[in-house]
């Protein structure tokens, strides 16, 4: 797909991977709208897309809520006449003390967040695409999504909830034109990562800034150029790309459907 003209829906997109896609993305000629339930973090995306020479505008967004999901879309149709790329980006970690020690409520809002809205913003595009005669659905799952991550095991159940959503939405590619793909970044500089420092004071504070500036990270805009490939590939359907440092990216494996050949299941 070329971006020139196009319109991207990036949730998250306030901060971290979410914010660098947006300006990649912008810088393509895509207009942005700029979701996030962190308001000030969105409009600071909008500023900096347009500083760039780009366009973006922004909506506060709880990607947990159905309804806040349609509002977003309906906010695309009506600020840019509809969208071309819905990028699910949105995401959180459950935080200490980890699984199963964690309270319900941390790890139900982790799967709320990373897999049930990605799930729903999905549902809720694809109808909107089909009318539109196609457009790309992305997603940023984890490298958690294919791995053992222990330090956060709801996290990567939910991350590979992503991946096998992706995996099983190949053949909307033939039947209605709309390309669903995730990306898998290893460790990120984001606040995601960092900012359980900003908690911290004094020698704790210190410790763990030299912690965090020695650990070997991606940079976000990364992350952006790989999501930015996969849209652009016009071939690009059910792939889950791996993205680790050095930016070596790596297709995870063909994308293999069940071997369903009538009914429902099978959308090729
Ligand atoms: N940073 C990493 O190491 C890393 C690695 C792999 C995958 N990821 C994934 O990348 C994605 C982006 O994370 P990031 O690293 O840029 O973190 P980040 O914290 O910088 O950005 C996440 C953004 O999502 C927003 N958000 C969270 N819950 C929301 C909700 N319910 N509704 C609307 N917005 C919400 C936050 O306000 C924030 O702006 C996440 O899905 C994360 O799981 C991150």
């Known amino acids: 797909m070329d971006l020139n003209g196009k319109v991207a829906v990036i949730s998250g997109a306030g901060s971290g991977i979410g914010r660098a896609a947006a300006l990649r993305l912008a810088r393509e000629g895509a207009s942005i709208v700029v979701a996030d ?31 806040e999901i349609t509002a977003m879309l309906d906010f695309a149709d009506a600020t840019y006449g509809g969208f071309d790329v819905l990028y699910n980006n949105a995401g959180v970690g459950t935080g200490q003390p980890p699984f199963p020690e964690s309270p319900e409520a941390n790890w139900r809002r982790t799967v709320e967040i990373d897999l049930l809205a990605v799930i729903e913003g999905t549902r809720q595009a694809i109808p909107r695409l089909q009318a539109r005669g196609g457009g790309v659905i992305i997603a940023t799952a984890s490298l958690a999504g294919l791995f053992g991550f222990q330090a956060d095991p709801v996290y990567a159940a939910a991350k590979h909830g992503v991946v096998g959503l992706t995996r099983a939405l190949i053949g909307l590619h033939a039947s209605m034109n709309i390309r669903v793909n995730c990306v898998c970044p290893a460790v990120v500089r984001t606040p995601l990562v960092t900012a359980f420092a900003d908690r911290l004071t004094g020698a704790e504070r210190e ?43 790596r297709v995870v494996d063909p994308p293999i459907t069940l071997p369903v050949t009538s009914g429902s299941l099978d959308r090729r």
């Open 37 to 67: 339930w962190n308001e000030d973090g969105a409009r600071e995306t909008v500023s900096l897309v347009e500083a760039a020479g780009g366009k973006a505008a922004a909506i506060k967004v709880d990607v947990t809520k159905s309804a």
């Open 207 to 249: 410790a763990a800034d030299k912690r965090l500036s020695a650990m070997p990270m991606l940079p976000p805009e990364e992350i952006a150029e790989a999501v930015y490939d996969l849209i652009r590939d016009d071939s690009a359907a059910g792939v889950v790309m791996g993205v680790s440092l050095g930016d070596t990216r």
